[in-house]
C-alpha cells in the first residue's frame, strides 16, 4: 500500500526550527517530486517547497525562501523540510505529496500524506 507519512510537527517559538519528515512506504520516492504544502485555518492550500529526486532540483515559495529547506535520504526514502527562523504566519497543518512532476502545484500530485500540525507562537 502506497503511503506517505509525516512526523515532527509542534510548537516553537518564533524565531525556532523544526524538521519536519515525510516516510513512503509501498513505493520508493526515486524519480517522483516531492512536495511540501501547508494550510492555515480558514485558507487554502499553498505550497512551500518541492524537489525532483531524480536530478535534486527544488523549488521554494518566496515566503520561505532562505529559511526552509527540502532534502532527501534516498536510503532511508525520506524527504525532509528543515524550517529556521519560524513565524507565526508559519502555523499551518503541513503536508507532503508525491507526484510527477516538480511544480507548487498541489492538483498535480498523486499521493498525499494525513499532515502535521506546526504552531509558532510565543
Known amino acids: 500500500q502506497l503511503q506517505l507519512v509525516e512526523s515532527g510537527g509542534g510548537l516553537v517559538q518564533p524565531g525556532g526550527s523544526l524538521r519536519l519528515s515525510c516516510a513512503a512506504s509501498?513505493?520508493?520516492?526515486?524519480?517522483?517530486?516531492i512536495g511540501w504544502f501547508r494550510q492555515a485555518p480558514g485558507k487554502e492550500r499553498e505550497g512551500v517547497s518541492c524537489?525532483?529526486?531524480?536530478?535534486?532540483?527544488?523549488v521554494y515559495a518566496d515566503s520561505v525562501k532562505g529559511r526552509f529547506t527540502i532534502s532527501i535520504d534516498n536510503a532511508k526514502n525520506t524527504v525532509y523540510l528543515q524550517m529556521n527562523s519560524l513565524k507565526p504566519e508559519d502555523t499551518a497543518v503541513y503536508y507532503c505529496?508525491?507526484?510527477?512532476?516538480?511544480?507548487?502545484?498541489?492538483?498535480?500530485?498523486?499521493?498525499w500524506g494525513q499532515g502535521t500540525q506546526v504552531t509558532v507562537s510565543s
Open positions: 509501498g513505493f520508493t520516492l526515486d524519480y517522483y517530486a
Open positions: 505529496a508525491a507526484g510527477a512532476w516538480r511544480v507548487l502545484d498541489s492538483g498535480l500530485y498523486d499521493y
Open positions: 524537489m525532483s529526486t531524480g536530478d535534486g532540483s527544488t
